[in-house]
């Protein structure tokens, strides 16, 4: 009894600043660098401006890129990196390394857009999809916004080269000095789109049943986890994110399913975007039934302060939680939560594509 009780206290003093075990490294804090786009990988190749941005925000427990494709087919915006040749992981070996040198931790956020895309990154190709449904809004392309078209439907002989992608990806990864890699599984790209039954319409093994609907993102775990260790292999989910007009007609059951199978398997984590893209949450969906079903570590994001954070951490709601746009805006963040310093300003006009300009240049303390 007593020493439930003092397990109990020491649990209440655990906060963001408490080191954590992940990936066989000790993180020196629970501040997760969430993966941000950012657009300014001209070619596709990770660059020395964005090594500097990345090694900047080192003091981050834990760094996640942006979305990474896997390959091609995989693009869905411009100037966003790949990583599946030799000049893609030269590029990011600058970025790990840099990171590296600063005592930091990084992992590469692994993505096929899917859908989310336009023939005019792929030669005049449709972008594919789990099914032939065009989501609703417009691309992002070199030449503006242009409408999605309808995509064209995966066959099921197709998808064990897209798993094997991902298994390439991963190896490349390693190759390019990551700590681990991040399968974004969330925002409406090719894995959620598998997910949820508003973009899934398959009949075959890929389809119908949440057990076929999760396949393809078990299949993809284990290709990597195969590849790099699966201790080195995190997922991120977003459950209650309409983005990307993505749907499911049971959030709850779908998603408890995903971390279920999830777990179990010795993961680094389940990263799990808990708001909308714009920041609200859902009281029709109870994030806490993710958590008790997986068995490792728990990432939250969606709207996190330092105190919110604190508190979800004491109250073992999460182990770790991910910042994006407060990490985007003050590349010193822990330290200025731990000094109660006030935070930088965002600014939204730079948050996609350009230069050094709202992307290296936001001040930290020491500089100000
Ligand atoms: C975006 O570019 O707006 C974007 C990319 C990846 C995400 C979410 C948003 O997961």
């Known amino acids: 009894m007593e020493q439930k009780l003092e397990q109990r206290e020491a649990e209440m003093n655990i906060n963001l600043f408490s080191p954590i075990a992940l990936a066989g490294h000790t993180l020196n804090n629970r501040m997760v660098m969430a993966p941000l786009t950012r657009n300014r990988a001209a070619g596709s190749v990770a660059n020395t401006m964005m090594a500097k941005y990345y090694a900047q925000r080192s003091s981050a427990g834990l760094i996640i890129t942006e979305g990474t494709q896997i390959s091609e087919q995989g693009v869905g915006y411009p100037a966003t990196p790949g990583i599946y040749n030799q000049h893609q992981i030269d590029g990011w070996k600058r970025v790990t390394d840099a990171v590296h040198a600063q005592g930091g931790t990084i992992f590469a956020q692994l993505w096929h857009c899917g859908r989310i895309s336009h023939p005019s990154f792929h030669n005049g190709e449709l972008p594919v999809a789990p099914s032939a449904i065009k989501p609703a809004g417009e691309a992002v392309t070199y030449e503006g916004m242009q409408p999605f078209i309808e995509p064209r439907a995966l066959s099921n002989e197709e998808i064990p080269g897209i798993i094997e992608q991902y298994r390439h990806a991963a190896a490349c990864a390693k190759k390019a000095g990551f700590d681990g890699v991040e399968i974004h599984a969330a925002n409406g790209y090719l894995v959620d789109q598998f997910i949820r039954d508003g973009s899934n319409i398959r009949t075959d093994q890929y389809g119908g049943s949440l057990e076929n609907r999760t396949r393809l993102l078990l299949q993809i775990v284990t290709a990597a986890g195969d590849e ?19 749907s499911d007609s049971a959030p709850q059951s779908t998603f408890n399913h995903v971390a279920s199978s999830l777990s179990g398997l010795g993961l680094a984590y389940l990263h799990v975007v808990e708001a909308s893209m714009s920041g609200e949450t859902s009281v029709d969906f109870d994030m806490q039934q993710l958590r008790d079903r997986f068995d490792g570590l728990y990432i939250a994001n969606g709207g996190y302060d330092h105190n919110r954070g604190n508190q979800s951490i004491a109250e073992n709601r999460a182990d770790m939680i991910a910042f994006g746009v407060p990490f985007l805006a003050n590349p010193d963040l822990p330290e200025r939560f731990r000094t109660g310093a006030a935070l930088n300003t965002p600014d939204q006009a730079t948050f996609y594509g350009g230069d050094e300009h709202g992307y290296t240049d936001y001040p930290t303390l020491e500089s100000e």
């Open 228 to 246: 790099i260790g699966f201790h080195k292999v995190g997922v991120r989910i977003s459950p209650i994110n309409a983005f990307n007009d993505i």
